[in-house]
Structures are given as structure tokens and as C-alpha cells.
């Protein structure tokens, strides 16, 4: 008896003497919203935002974005550009090192990127953000099992060919597909290595609690001086309400991102808490028309549409100022986005003569928006009905779609455009700052995201001409400038809003910084980065 | 009573074929694309034939089915589309053993409050604690948890300010985490099962042989127990069975919003994320949890009425 007593008491001061053992050690409590587990640890799959900010803490590229969202170095020390602008050489850092301690080299980097393509893998993101490099196509298609564009020189010295000259390559290697993973590690564990117990970046995973976090620790090997924490807890909440009762009662530091901000309805009770952080989103909200369908091929109705669009009322009544209004389609902060462009402004008197020389009668015109069920959705695209219907006198159909049947019904748009929706409202956001994920990638005539067939040939002609331009940085803008103003004038896309990125982030908590992309924060000195003292 | 069972175990495999048929061909026939929802914005045609190839989603639906079958006939639910390739078994696996947890959690709670409360209302029939009792229960059966959940949120809350600490709003590991959600989940049961009680009681209080009893002399207590108990708790059975099912899988709004990486939650996820796979794995899950449970009362029935077991 007296024996157990003995241990029981050397047990229970043992737990008193651990748990004041962690006290002198700082943790952060990160939460993540809208997911209940992230997809997986390997970078080449992750998907959405939640993903990419998780990986973006666990491995590292050879480059990375800074504060600013510019390119600036990472694993790779300095990087040259061939006066073609085709090729690149990397060269890695000196003793960069993997969490396991063992080095990170050339041979490395062409592991990884050849995995994000290899169809094996299974993953879509690094064939559409990696599709410059030369040989991924072949690679991507099964010709080939090796990527003839990316080459190790020798041990530290990485070349990569592009197909074309292009200004956001490097912002385009800053994400997940492009980051470094130890090809020594996948090969001694090629069923668990995504658990990723050996990593490449500032932290390390020493657990997964799989449907409820992720607890990292500092990478020692990382070539930055390790952060002021001895602890990062991931915590996924798939309610962004839940994680605000969680940081409310104080068991969370940081919540809130880019697509699920602190609730609306909590806004006003904590806009004025020195916790509070907002900023300008890079996604832009928008109804695209369908240029292939009548009456939406005739630009006169595009436009007739666009002036009876109040969007000031909008943002600024409906959604109470929660966004910011703008007939434009690059969001504030986008490079590019400095220099005006001319919109089609609130004007009910034009928008029915408009209508009227598109010989089309309001009457008898029935139009259907199509629309995902989320968030305000439901409430946005009930005024622009209210609106259509008000100041041109056309009857406008609403029709509500779940959201997997919302994208699918897009694809039908995009490979049908006869028997696709006629107009349609949703959202557009970047993972790099680029006037060319804005324009480009969505409104030139047959790409992927042209969902609406929006078709002009000079703005082809001016976004292709800019998109290879790689030094000329104002003249390239302006190439984009005036494309923008083309697609404005034209309705390619009727621009409603800009989102805001509302987050709480504890005042102790320093060295985070909020940002527009859609993965929200930048950390972009991890040496900096400092939580909160343990309660 | 072997012969009960032997016709269970026998219609068993039947009720899950149908169960993953259904849910296969209302999935086939949903509108919405799986790998549509993966690629999200980075919609690229040629990579997205690959991956439809890659899921074997491009083969008729015939094929999809058989292969499904084939490969639950061994053991095999199948790869999540969602969590790159992971098999849905291992899903189930993590998932399986909170759900039950909370479940019975619930389950014993509202039993333990929910049966004294029915009977102490039946046995103060006609009195003022009766009438509080059933304004209770009503309140808890007829409160969505969607209600409940806010409200105990709030009320945490304020302890929080009042004291500096409070039990966690969300999440899953410790006993504490535990509270909240057992409550929102077991309010509605409670409800239910004082209610059964307080009736079965009523009824067996009526009995002739209760009456026989009281004129026999005996103590009240004993006839409590003895007869008036026995023969109230059949119905209570009937209900607790299916209960326990829907306890496991009935949780979809509460784990969801407490954050607890249970089963329900990941058949919610998957459902809108057209995780086919996921949606079918469940479902097999919760039908064999049903078949289960109700086997499981008919034997407890057995065992507590011996007139069943005369005619069985």
C-alpha cells in the first residue's frame, strides 16, 4: 500500500512538473476555417487555400513571397535569368538542409517537381500552375516519365526552361506544387512520407490528429534562425463561428482567413478590438454573361445591364459596407490596378436606350441568373434581380444551384455554351499578384476559365503581348491596362465588388502578416514571428 | 430465438446490398462532378479526363457499381476522391469510435435524467412536479440543437468573463470537450425518453395486477420494483435500440459545429464534396448500425417479456 502511494505521488509530481515544464514555452494556436482536415501534406496535392497555408508552413520552394507579395529569395539563394528570358539557374543555398539534417540539393528539386507533374501523383494543381515548364505537357500527358525542362547542374545548381517568357513564373514557383520535398525521404517511407515527418521549411509536423490538427515544431535545419515559438497548433474548425467561440474564450490566437473571415454577424462586436485585422481581398465579385447565348452576344445588352447596376447601393447599403464597390475587374493592390480604368457607371436612362438599340424589348425579355448557395449569395443576386427589373423593366429568373452542381453546371457552360446558363454570378480570387490570373487566365477568347465566351481579339492580341513581357514592368501594365479597359467597356465581366479579408489575430502575436491572397497570411521573416505568453 | 437471429443474419447482407445500391445510383444520378469540385478553378479539360479515368468515374454505371461491390465483398470501402486516395475505411476508423463515444455519452445521460424524470412525473400524476417535469421535457425535445448550441455558447461565455476560464467551445481529446456537446446531443433524447417512460408507466400503474398487489398487502416499494418497473421498461427498450443508432450517426449539425472529427461530420463533407466513396462507406455503416441495434432490442425484449419468449 505504502508502495503504491510511493509512486502514485512520484507520478502525480512528475504530471505537476511536466505541465510547469510547458508553461515556460510558447504556443501558438492557429486556427483554420472550412475544413475538417487538410488533404494531405504532400505539396503537389494540396488543393484549396486552407492547404496551401499549411504547406507554405512546412516546406519550402526555391523561392517565396515576401511582405510586399514580391518574389524574394528562399532555399534558392540567387536565381539569373537568360537574356531570352527562357531559362533559369537557381542556385541553392549553402548547407540548406532538410528537418532531418540531411542536405537539400539540385537533385532534390528535380525530384519535386517532376513528382507535382508526374501523373501518378494524382494532383492537378502543379499542371496548371507548372505548365510553362518545358516538357510538362509530355510529362503530364504519360510520354515521358522524366521533365526534360528542369535540369541539376551540379549539386547546388538547378536550371529550369520555360516555354515562353513570363513576368510571374517565379510568383507562380512561390506555391505549393513548387516546394522541395526529400526524394531520400519518400523513398524510405513511400506510404507515409506525406505525413510529413521531414520537411524543408520553417516548422515540422510532430503530430496529425487527423479531422481536429496539426502540432508543429520549429525546423532546426531550416536556414533561417528557428521562430520565438516552441510550438504552432493547427486547429481546424469548419465552422468560422465555432472558431470564434474558441478565440472568444480564449483558446485560440489567430483565426479567420480569406474565404471564411470572422462571421458577418460578429463584425461590429469586435471591428474595434486592437485584435481586429482587415484588408482588401484579391477576389472580385461578378456576373458573367453567356456571349454565345441570346440576347447576351449583343454588347449593347451587356452594357444595358451594366448601367442598371447600382453598385454602390449595393456594397454599400445591402451589404453594409462589409465590401468595396468597383466596376473594374483587377481588385486594389493588384499590380496594375494603380492606373484607372474607365467603367460603365449607374445609369438607368442609358441602360434602356442601350436596350432598345439592341432592338430588344424589355418585356417580353426573360432572363435566368444562375447562382451557388453560400454566404450572401442569395441576398446579392436578389437586389441585382430587383435592380434589372426596376430600371430596365425586364423579368429576371433566379435559380439557386448547390454548389457542386453550381461548378458542374459551369463546365456544361464552358463545353456547351448552346445549352449553358445565360448569366451567372460568382467569385474570382488569386493565388499569385498578377494581372494575369485577373485577365488572361479568364476572359481571353477559349481559356479554361472563360466560362461565359466572352471573345475579343485585340484584348487577346494586348494580354498575350503583355503576358511574355518580362522586364518592360510599366509597359507590360499598361499592355494589361488597356485590355482591362476593352473587357470593361465590353462587358466581358460585369464587376460588382471587392471582398474584405476580416480576421482577429492576438495583439501579443507578432511577425504574421494579413494579406489579399487567398491564403490570407504571410509570414515573412519566420524568425519573427512570436507568440503570446502562456496564460 | 435462434431462429430470430438466424433471420436477421440471413436478411443482413440483403439490407446492405440495397442500402449501398441506393446510395450509389442517387449519387450516380446527382448532378454535380467530384472531380469538378476538387480542381475547383484550375479547370483544365485534358487533366480532368485523366483524373476521371484515374477514379475509374469515366467507366459506365454498371461497372462503377460491380467494381464497388466486388471490392466490399473483400473488405474494401474504396479510396476517398477527397483526401487524395486515402482509403475510406481509414476514414471510418478515426471517425467511427468519437461518434460512439458521444453517443453513448448522450445516450447514458439521457437515460440517467430521462427516466427518473418520466417517472416521477407518472408517479406525482396530476400534481404541480408533473407539470413542470413535462413543460421541461417538452422544451428539450422541441429546441433544435441549432437553438441549443448558441445559447450554451453564450452561457459559456459568460462564465468566461466572469472566471477567466471556461470548458472549450470546440474540439475533441479531453473529458471536458465532452459537456457540451453530450448535452446538446442527449436534450433531445431526454425529451423523448422521459416522455415514453412517464407514459408506460401510467399504463402499467392501471394494471390490474398492481392493483392485486396493493391488496395483497404488499409494500409499495416492492410492487415498485418488482411490478411496476419490469413491466414499464418494454417500451423505453423499444425506443433506446434505434436510439443508439441515431445517436452515432445523428450528430451531423453538433459535431460539425463542435468541431468533433466524428463520422457524421465526414458523411455531411463528403456529401457536398460528392465523395462518393465516403457517402457510400457510411452509409453502410449506419444501415448495419441500425439492423444491429434493432436485433440487439428484439433479443433484450426477449429476455425482459417472457411471453415473447413462449411464442418465439
Known amino acids: 500500500m505504502r508502495r503504491t502511494l510511493a509512486i502514485l505521488f512520484i507520478f502525480l509530481t512528475s504530471l505537476f512538473t511536466l505541465s510547469a515544464a510547458a508553461q515556460d514555452t510558447t504556443t501558438l494556436r492557429w486556427s483554420i476555417e472550412g475544413i475538417s482536415d487538410v488533404v494531405s501534406l504532400d505539396p503537389a496535392r494540396a488543393t484549396d487555400a486552407q492547404g496551401f497555408m499549411v504547406i507554405g508552413l512546412l516546406h519550402a520552394g526555391l523561392v517565396r513571397l515576401n511582405a510586399d507579395l514580391l518574389v524574394e529569395p528562399d532555399l534558392a539563394e540567387s536565381w539569373t535569368i537568360s537574356e531570352d528570358g527562357l531559362t533559369y539557374t537557381f542556385t541553392l543555398r549553402e548547407g540548406a538542409a532538410f528537418s532531418d539534417g540531411t542536405p537539400i540539393t539540385s537533385a532534390d528539386v528535380v525530384w519535386s517537381l517532376t513528382h507535382a507533374l508526374d501523373p501518378n501523383t494524382g494532383a492537378w494543381t502543379g499542371p496548371y500552375l507548372l505548365s510553362n515548364i518545358a516538357g510538362s505537357a509530355e510529362l503530364v500527358g504519360g510520354e515521358t516519365t522524366e521533365l526534360s525542362g528542369v535540369t541539376a547542374v551540379d549539386e547546388r545548381t538547378v536550371q529550369i526552361t520555360v516555354k515562353q517568357p513570363s513576368a510571374y513564373f517565379l510568383s507562380q514557383l512561390t506555391f505549393g506544387p513548387s516546394k522541395i520535398i526529400s526524394s531520400a525521404a519518400v523513398e524510405a517511407n513511400p506510404d507515409s512520407w506525406d505525413q510529413a515527418s521531414v520537411t524543408s521549411g520553417a516548422f515540422s509536423v510532430q503530430a496529425w490528429n487527423r479531422g481536429q490538427g496539426l502540432v508543429l515544431i520549429p525546423n532546426p535545419n531550416y536556414w533561417q534562425p528557428a521562430s520565438q515559438i516552441s510550438q504552432l497548433d493547427i486547429v481546424f474548425n469548419q465552422d468560422s463561428e465555432t472558431a470564434y467561440q474558441l478565440y472568444r474564450t480564449g483558446e485560440l490566437d489567430i483565426m479567420g482567413g480569406a474565404q471564411n473571415p470572422i462571421p458577418s454577424a460578429r463584425v461590429p462586436e469586435v471591428q474595434d478590438s486592437p485584435d481586429f485585422r482587415s484588408t482588401n481581398a484579391f477576389n472580385v465579385r461578378y456576373v458573367a454573361f453567356n456571349n454565345e447565348l441570346a440576347p447576351f452576344d449583343d454588347v449593347r445588352v451587356r452594357q444595358a445591364f451594366a448601367h442598371a447596376t447600382d453598385r454602390e447601393t449595393l456594397a454599400n447599403i445591402v451589404l453594409a459596407g462589409t465590401v468595396v464597390p468597383t466596376d473594374r475587374i483587377l481588385p486594389p493592390g493588384i499590380p496594375g490596378s494603380e492606373v484607372d480604368v474607365e467603367g460603365l457607371a449607374f445609369d438607368p436612362e442609358q441602360a434602356q436606350a442601350l436596350l432598345a438599340e439592341a432592338g430588344v424589348d424589355p418585356v417580353s425579355l426573360e432572363i435566368t441568373l444562375t447562382y451557388g448557395v453560400e454566404g450572401d449569395n442569395e441576398r446579392i443576386v436578389t437586389v441585382l434581380q430587383s435592380m434589372w427589373q426596376e430600371n430596365l423593366g425586364v423579368t429576371v429568373n433566379l435559380e439557386p444551384l448547390e454548389l457542386s452542381t453550381f461548378s458542374s453546371r459551369l463546365n456544361d457552360t464552358f463545353n456547351d455554351p448552346a445549352n449553358g446558363l445565360q448569366a451567372y454570378f460568382s467569385v474570382w480570387g488569386t493565388i499569385y499578384p498578377d494581372p494575369q490570373y485577373f485577365l488572361s487566365q479568364i476572359l481571353q477568347t477559349g481559356v479554361g476559365n472563360n466560362n461565359g465566351h466572352y471573345s475579343n481579339a485585340e484584348f487577346d492580341a494586348l494580354t498575350q503581348e503583355a503576358d511574355v513581357i518580362t522586364d518592360a514592368v510599366d509597359q507590360r501594365l499598361e499592355l494589361y491596362n488597356q485590355a482591362e479597359q476593352i473587357a470593361v467597356t465590353e462587358v466581358g465581366w460585369l464587376t460588382l465588388f471587392n471582398g474584405q479579408v476580416n480576421v482577429l489575430v492576438r495583439d501579443c502575436v507578432e511577425g504574421v502578416d494579413v494579406t489579399g491572397l487567398f491564403s490570407a497570411y504571410v509570414v515573412p521573416d519566420f524568425s519573427a514571428l512570436r507568440g503570446c505568453p502562456a496564460a | ?312
Open chain 2, 1 to 312: 430465438m435462434f431462429a430470430l437471429i438466424l433471420k436477421r443474419l440471413i436478411s443482413l447482407p440483403f439490407v446492405i446490398l440495397a442500402v449501398t445500391f441506393l446510395t450509389f445510383i442517387v449519387g450516380y444520378f446527382a448532378p454535380g462532378d467530384p472531380i469538378l469540385n476538387l480542381m475547383g478553378n484550375q479547370r483544365d479539360q485534358a487533366i480532368y479526363e485523366r483524373l476521371r479515368t484515374l477514379y475509374g468515374l469515366d467507366l459506365p454505371w454498371h461497372e462503377q457499381y460491380l467494381r464497388y461491390v466486388v471490392g466490399l465483398l473483400q473488405g474494401d470501402f474504396g479510396l476517398s476522391y477527397r483526401f487524395a486516395q486515402r482509403p475510406v475505411i481509414d476514414l471510418i476508423r478515426d471517425g467511427l469510435p468519437v461518434s460512439l463515444l458521444l453517443g453513448l455519452n448522450a445516450l447514458l445521460f439521457s437515460l440517467a435524467l430521462g427516466v427518473p424524470l418520466g417517472v416521477l412525473a407518472a408517479l406525482r400524476h396530476n400534481t404541480v412536479i408533473e407539470r413542470v417535469i413535462m413543460a421541461l421535457i417538452l422544451a428539450l425535445y422541441a429546441v433544435p440543437s441549432f437553438v441549443l448550441i448558441p445559447l450554451l455558447q453564450w452561457l459559456n461565455y459568460q462564465v468566461y468573463l466572469a472566471r477567466g476560464s471556461a470548458l472549450p467551445a470546440a474540439g475533441w481529446g479531453r473529458p471536458e470537450h465532452w459537456i457540451m456537446p453530450t448535452i446538446v446531443l442527449a436534450a433531445a433524447s431526454l425529451g423523448y425518453i422521459a416522455r415514453i417512460t412517464r407514459a408506460s408507466m401510467l399504463e402499467t400503474l392501471g394494471q390490474d395486477y398492481i392493483r392485486t398487489a396493493q391488496s395483497k398487502g404488499l409494500r409499495w416499494s416492492r410492487i415498485q420494483w418488482v411490478h411496476l418497473f419490469r413491466n414499464a421498461i418494454l417500451p423505453i427498450l423499444t425506443v433506446v435500440g434505434p436510439a443508439i443508432a441515431f445517436l452515432v450517426t445523428g450528430a451531423f449539425v453538433i459535431e460539425t459545429l463542435f468541431s468533433i472529427p466524428g463520422i457524421g461530420f465526414l458523411s455531411v463533407e463528403a456529401i457536398s464534396q460528392r465523395d462518393y466513396p465516403v457517402i457510400q462507406g457510411t452509409t453502410v455503416i449506419l444501415a448495419l448500425a441500425v439492423v444491429v441495434m434493432s436485433l440487439i432490442t428484439d433479443l433484450l425484449y426477449v429476455v425482459f417479456d417472457p411471453r415473447i419468449r413462449v411464442n418465439a
